[in-house]
Each structure stands twice: as C-alpha cells, then as structure tokens.
C-alpha cells in the first residue's frame, strides 16, 4: 500500500467518529491502545469519573472508548462538549441564572458563589430527564411516584421554541422567575403536588425549581439500566478578561457539580454518572479560582500520561499504537497483515532517519502524546500520498509544516494565561534564538525585543521572564539541556533556571534556532 492508504487516525478523536456508525466505532475500539494507568471499569462504576492531562495526550479518545466500552455492556452515553455546544449567549445566560439563584441584584460582580454549581446540577438534570423521555424502555430509575415528580420538576420550565433550530440551556429568567410549559401548573401543584414558589398564574421562582430538582434526585431508586454522561471540551482562553473569570467560574463549578452528583450516584447505587475530561493547565488557572477542587480531581481522577522509561522504544506504546492503526489498515485493504513491530516498521519506514533509529526519531518529535505523531504522519501522508515508505526525504520534507502546525496547537494552551498580543512576544523572544541558552542569554535576547517590540514590551510588563519560562517548560516548549535532558512531558516537574535550556527539537526549525 501507499502511505495513504494507512488510516493513522484523526488529530481530533472525535472526527473519527464524526458519522457515529457502528463500522467507524468498530475500527477506532480495535485500533485503541489503553494507557496502562487506567482501568476502565473505575470508570464505568463511579470510581473515577476525571481524566487529567496535557492536550494531546488522548483524553477525547479514551472518553469515546468507555463511551463504546458502556454500549457494548448495552449501557446508554450521551456527550455534551463545554466549547462546541456553549456559545457566548448561553454562557452569559448561566451567569444569570446563577446570579438570579443567589438571589443578588450584583450582576457586574465576577463571582457568584456556589450559585454555578446548583444550576449546572439543574443542567445535568435536564439531560438526564430528557434521556429518560427518550429511552421509554430503558430504565436507569425504577418508574414510581417519586420518578414523575422528578420528572415533572425538572422539565416544568419553558426553554423556547426547539422547532427553531436554536438549542435553549435554560429557561429565559425575568427578576428570578420563570415561565413554565402550558397546563403544567395544575398537574404539578394537583396531581404532583409539588410545593413551589408560584408568583402569578403561569410563573415560578427558577431557584425554588433547582432546590427541589436536586432533593428530587435523591428519593429515586435505581432500576438496572445505566447512563453516562460524557463531558468534553472545558477549555479557557484569555481573549477577554471578563469572559475568562465567567469561564474559570462555569468550569470550576461543573467539576464541582460533576463530582457531587456522582457521589451521590454511589452513595444510592444509581446507575448515572457524570465523566468529564479536563486539561493541566486549565486545572491550574481552574484550581486557584478561591474554591478548593484539588481534592476530588485527585481522589476520583487519573492523569493521562504516556513518558514511560522503556528500554526498547520501538516497544514504547505510543508507537504500539501506530502499529495497531497500520495492521487495522492492512486489514481493512484487504493485505497480508504484519504480525510483529518489525514487519510494519521495515515494509513502511526507512529504518534511520538523521543516524537515529526511525521509532526513537519519531519520539523525539514528539511531547510523547499520541496527536503528536498522528499529525506527524498525517502531514506526510498529504505531501507524499503515492509514496510506499515514510523515507528519510519525506521526514526531512515535513518539517517546517510539523513544526508551524504544531505551535498553532501549543498557542491554543498558552491562551489559557496570555492574550493574543502577550503569545506573539513570547515568539518573538524565541524567534532566532541560540541554543542551548541560560537564563542571562534569554534575558538579555528579551531586553534588546523589548526595545523594537511593543509586544515584547508587553508581555514583559505583565510578567516576569522566568514566570514566562516556567510555563513554557510547562507546556513543552522548552526543557533543560546539558549532562540530562529534561522536559515536563517526560515527568520532570520542574524547570532549573540556573542550568542550560533549550527550544523542542521539533520546534527548532519554526523559531529559526541557531544551534551552538
């Protein structure tokens, strides 16, 4: 075969299972490589229910592998993706919700208390409401009195028009109350009897309705059928300052909604959890917000890391899994499969590239993630379609465009503690610059961009250089060089600014490195 005919994966998990068939979910569950920290079952029982990690390092995949791994036990999911399915309107509109619960005319203030959290546990209500309207003959609570009341609290508000095409999150929200669907009153007050705050003839107070939502899903009583609720997408971005503290706010309090709601779960031995994958750095800007989070990330989460010390790389998992992804492709085109590691890498890879063996080359370009050489490959696949091998001149090739796409990548994490203007300063400081470097050498490269860079200027005004150079080891873009090597990735926790740095090997050529 080609190079192009080898199915390497998506840079986005997701897109993988963009048509959501049964032929797509088939090839990404028999091409998945588990981690060998996790054990996928804690999940599915309550145990765990956060996935940590850098971007990359394959949490989308892993929550749509338990996803599949739940159907085929024939259990039910359903996603829901904070970045995707929440535009600026509904974001601003649970930040009055929240404000209209707290019962506080302080619209403008930045915080709202635990308001977040009862209307995100309002929000994951909804959805499991509406799982159950759907799926009559699926039964997660048994069908009694106290399942109709849930029910019947839950969905009494009105969200709008959903022939318009517009998805509502939330009931539109005048001076704290609401309006409910037509005749609901007297079924719920008659027929229900439902204590709420009524204040005219078809209106009600929201907060009354998320109070008694929640001691609602207390009484129920679990049936055999289980719901998981898959959360995607917490990502933060300091575009603007006002939106990011809303956004630390809303997920700071969905991790706390997620973790309460699931303890509750076990506590009663319901069969509906809430899990939910969050990135590093997104818990660190999340997790010093003024409420403590640490506790239960680390109690009911695992991280996802993949910079294993293994002896033999060509063994290391993160290539295991192209080996799975090459073989699934020879079958799928009808081919003789490989049956070793050896086979795939002599029948599609030249086995050197700059003196290195082709494997622990391609780890080196990496931050040890599996994106990271599915983007690699992928890139040759584009520029290279006819070609039989991933050859010396085909790595050497794709370079540059490795490296450029890879920072568009590393730009998206940095936004979540710089804006736009602060992000081109710190390329600018890297931009040309000699490595290794000490931390006088780079302070001295940063002074002289400062003086012809306003955005140099302004990064340096806001933060100190070895703050700056702390985060960027954080994320991989530099780590220490000398007599050992050392990038966080790799599970060094910290950057020694008094000894020798260097930029990524594969980010060398985008920032013009000069090499000593």
């Not at 032929?23 to 309550?46: H, M, R």
């Not at 907060?207 to 207390?218: N, T």
């Not at 799928?332 to 086995?351: I, K, M, P, R, W």
Request: hydrophobic share 35%; with cysteine; charged share 25%.
């Amino acid at each position: 075969m080609n190079i192009s005919n080898l199915h390497i994966g998506s840079v986005d998990a997701k897109n993988e299972l963009i048509d959501e068939s049964p032929t797509s979910k088939k090839q990404f569950y028999d091409a998945f490589l588990v981690p060998e920290n996790i054990v996928v079952d804690k999940f599915l029982n309550g145990q765990q229910f956060f996935i940590l990690g850098l971007k990359g390092t394959g949490k989308t995949a892993l929550l749509r592998y338990i996803a599949i791994e739940a159907e085929k036990k024939n259990f039910k999911t359903h996603f829901v993706l904070f970045k995707t399915n929440f535009t600026e309107e509904d974001r601003d509109t649970f930040k009055r919700a929240a404000y209209t619960v707290a019962n506080t005319s302080e619209i403008n203030s930045d915080e709202v208390g635990d308001d977040y959290v009862s209307i995100w546990q309002w929000f994951f209500h909804r959805e499991i409401v509406k799982f159950i309207k759907e799926n009559k003959d699926y039964h997660i609570f048994e069908n009694d009195n106290n399942l109709e009341k849930y029910i019947a609290c839950v969905s009494a508000p009105k969200l709008g028009d959903e022939k318009s095409g517009i998805k509502k999150w939330l009931p539109k929200i005048k001076r704290g109350n609401i309006e409910i669907e037509a005749g609901m009153k007297d079924y719920i007050t008659g027929k229900i009897g439902l204590d709420l705050e009524w204040t005219d003839d078809n209106k009600v107070m929201f907060s009354s309705i998320v109070r008694q939502s929640d001691e609602l899903f207390k009484r129920l009583k679990p049936s055999t059928g289980k719901f998981y609720l898959m959360v995607d997408e917490l990502e933060l971005s300091l575009t603007k300052q006002k939106q990011y503290k809303r956004d630390i706010a809303l997920i700071r309090d969905l991790v706390i909604a997620v973790s309460n709601l699931n303890k509750l779960s076990r506590s009663q031995n319901f069969g509906t959890f809430l899990i939910t994958s969050l990135r590093s750095e997104v818990l660190n800007s999340v997790s010093s917000s003024g409420k403590e989070i640490n506790k239960d990330t680390t109690d009911f989460g695992i991280t996802l890391y993949w910079h294993y010390s293994f002896r033999n790389q060509k063994e290391h998992p993160l290539m295991n899994i192209l080996y799975k992804k090459i073989q699934l492709s020879e079958r799928l085109n009808n081919v003789q499969v490989s049956t070793s590691s050896d086979e795939v890498l002599a029948e599609y890879f030249v086995s050197h590239v700059q003196n290195k063996p082709v494997f622990e080359y391609i780890l080196l370009q990496t931050w040890y993630r599996p994106r990271d050489i599915v983007r690699l490959l992928t890139i040759a696949q584009k520029l290279f379609p006819n070609n039989s091998q991933f050859s010396h001149d085909v790595f050497d090739a794709i370079r540059r465009q490795y490296a450029q796409d890879t920072w568009i990548e590393i730009t998206e994490e940095l936004k979540a503690k710089f804006t736009n203007e602060q992000i081109e300063g710190i390329k600018l400081i890297l931009t040309g610059v000699k490595v290794p470097f000490t931390l006088a050498e780079i302070s001295i490269e940063a002074d002289q961009k400062k003086g012809l860079y306003n955005e140099v200027e302004t990064l340096l005004n806001e933060s100190k250089l070895p703050s700056i150079l702390s985060i960027l080891y954080n994320l991989g873009i530099i780590g220490n060089t000398g007599d050992k090597v050392r990038f966080a990735f790799r599970g060094d926790d910290s950057l020694l600014l008094n000894k020798s740095m260097k930029i990524h090997d594969a980010l060398g050529n985008y920032f013009s490195v000069e090499y000593r």
